[in-house]
């Protein structure tokens, strides 16, 4: 009926299954039923024990009501009141547990008002005697009105029970019916299942163990070099085994073809050795360019300068891509172009730069080239016709730089120019965070001009270059005239907004080869090389009255306007090598211009021999 073995197996656990669930369900079903039963059982009987109890209480205040009546005690009195509360708590309860039997809660609730008149009769009798009136109780006793309520209470009481024992013993049979039911269930249906189990299994076994000795009996053939051997896939009994029977078959048309194919094989061995040995020889000089690469990347990470770093371009990156020209560019952020830093291979790099919006490497984020005429879109910093590949420099999303490679770069370059091109991206970060850490250490915070460290060190180079060359050297010492009145009136903040007032107007006013330094305070320097102090007064002179024209502004307050006092020297055969005296004699002159009211240029002279 069913092919596959596995539809078997399936099948024949999906019918133990269903099996054991009926089963399951049948044993479960009965024993619910069981529980209810033994639980009305149960019920039955509580209901019993609460009339018995109600009826008890009843009695026993009628017993302490006669003993009081005759001994006078008052705790026969207590007591009364005791009992009869028990006897109405155990009615309570009674008419509760009959609420599911209609009938005999209608007895119960009988019973409990002939009870409660019982109890009011005993009460009234009690509270006569309280009172002293023993005689009244007594008469009131004697009239057997209680003894008739009794009799009533007593005979309903025996119907009720009569009931209620009824149910109690149907219940009881029902419940061993139950269990009876159950026996059978366990008794014939777990055999049934059993024998059931054990014949589909055998069954299973015999289909598992026939097929599977045939093809043991055919791989032990194939194993002693029978070669020809093949199953019969009608014969496997089921669909899985004629699979393997299949299997079987080609596994063995395979070999037989794999044998026929060796001598083909062992020559494609040798095709696969011999490429082994190239990618092996392909390995052996990525290493080696590894190991190019390493040794310029600390040669360029050690490069203090950009000429220094431009040095380790042009002698290495022609060692790593032979044979190919190009030229690096790095990002200026200031002006936003991308700078020149070495060429290579004959290259000469556009001196003026481009910007990045130029480059489609730089817009793509990744490499961009032309590999033939046409073939793509031409960056506009490339010549139309031009064959190029452009490598995008990137660190963090951040233009580091661009490589600009001339040819086609092969897959073999192409893993030589990743790995460079993420090592001098590194190197140029790296160039990039000295030269802002050097710019930090030789500029002043506020103002942004050079601070007097810088100052003393490039006045001692400009004078040894002076003594050298013969050239000219002229310093400038300046500051603001009453600073303090600024910082006394509005404020330090206003102080501060002076000297960078002043100090941007300087910087604009002299020329780049010109050293403009904040000398401390409100005080500043220039160091002015190749011009004499007669050559450099009239520029002094336009800066000092640009700074009497600055219109000084704090936020919305004005802060009026201010002057400068200045006082110039050159350079002279006996000064000291460190610029001491040369700044002495420019600060002497600057001390004249504030004795002589300040708001002024002095020049110090040189005495005539």
């Known amino acids: ?292 690469l390493g040794g310029m990347a600390h040669r360029m990470q050690a490069a203090r300068t950009d000429d220094e770093l431009a040095q380790v371009i042009r002698v290495f990156v022609p060692r790593v891509l032979p044979g190919i020209a190009g030229a690096l560019y790095a990002h200026n952020n200031s002006r936003n172009l991308l700078v020149p830093i070495a060429g290579w291979g004959g290259l000469d790099p556009r001196e003026d730069g481009f910007a990045p919006d130029q480059c489609w490497a730089l817009r793509r984020g990744q490499a961009h080239f032309v590999a033939e005429p046409g073939g793509d879109i031409v960056c506009p910093h490339v010549d139309a016709d031009a064959i190029y590949h452009c490598e995008p420099l990137l660190a963090g999303g951040e233009v580091i730089g661009t490589l600009y490679l001339e040819g086609v770069i092969d897959a073999e370059n192409q893993f030589r120019l990743t790995v460079m091109a993420e090592n001098i991206s590194s190197a140029l970060v790296n160039h990039r965070l000295q030269r802002g850490l050097r710019e930090q250490t030789i500029r002043d915070p506020l103002t942004g001009l050079f601070n007097r460290r810088y100052m003393e060190e490039a006045l001692a180079i400009e004078i040894a270059r002076t003594r050298r060359n013969g050239i000219p050297l002229s310093v400038v010492m300046c500051d603001v005239d009453h600073f303090k009145r600024f910082n006394d009136e509005f404020g330090h903040d206003a102080g501060d907004v002076v000297l960078q007032a002043v100090a941007a107007e300087m910087r604009s006013k002299f020329r780049d080869g010109d050293i403009v330094c904040r000398y401390g305070g409100e005080e500043f320097t220039i160091i002015a090389p190749g011009t004499t102090a007669q050559a450099l007064v009239n520029r002094v002179e336009i800066l000092r009255q640009s700074i009497t024209e600055i219109i000084l502004r704090q936020g919305g307050r004005a802060l009026g306007s201010t002057s400068m006092s200045f006082g110039i020297a050159t350079w002279e055969d006996g000064m000291a090598s460190d610029g001491s005296t040369l700044l002495q004699t420019a600060d002497a002159a600057l001390y004249r211009a504030k004795r002589e009211g300040r708001n002024r240029t002095v020049v110090d002279l040189p005495q005539a021999a």
Do not use: C
């Open 1 to 292: 009926m069913f092919a596959s073995l596995s539809t078997r197996i399936a099948a024949f656990g999906a019918l133990v299954f269903v099996a054991l669930l009926a089963l399951i369900w049948m044993l479960v079903d009965a024993s619910l039923q069981t529980r209810d039963s033994f639980r009305w059982v149960t019920h039955s009987a509580e209901v019993i024990e609460t009339m018995d109890d109600a009826l008890a209480a009843l009695r026993d205040a009628e017993s302490g009501q006669r003993g009081y009546l005759l001994t006078h005690n008052a705790t026969f009195a207590e007591s009364v009141d005791a009992r009869i509360a028990t006897s109405r708590q155990a009615m309570g309860r009674l008419v509760e547990l009959t609420a599911d039997n209609r009938a005999q809660n209608g007895r119960a609730k009988e019973i409990q008002a002939l009870m409660q008149r019982r109890a009011t009769m005993l009460h009234g009798a009690l509270d006569m005697a309280r009172r002293g009136e023993f005689d009244r109780a007594r008469t009131a006793i004697a009239s057997g009105g209680g003894r008739d309520i009794m009799t009533m209470v007593t005979l309903r009481i025996d119907s009720f029970l009569a009931e209620e024992r009824v149910l109690r013993n149907a219940r009881v049979d029902a419940a061993d019916e139950r269990l009876a039911h159950v026996r059978k269930l366990a008794i014939i249906g777990g055999p049934l299942i059993a024998i059931f189990i054990v014949a589909v299994s055998l069954l299973l076994i015999w289909g598992i163990r026939r097929p599977a000795g045939l093809i043991r009996q055919a791989m032990t053939a194939l194993g002693h070099g029978d070669r020809d051997m093949r199953i019969a896939p009608a014969s496997m009994g089921s669909r899985e085994f004629a699979d393997l029977a299949d299997g079987y078959n080609g596994m063995a048309s395979q070999l037989q073809t794999a044998l026929a194919d060796q001598g083909r094989s062992e020559r494609e061995l040798q095709v696969a050795n011999t490429e082994l040995l190239r990618n092996s020889g392909i390995l052996r000089e990525r290493g080696e360019v590894i190991e190019l």
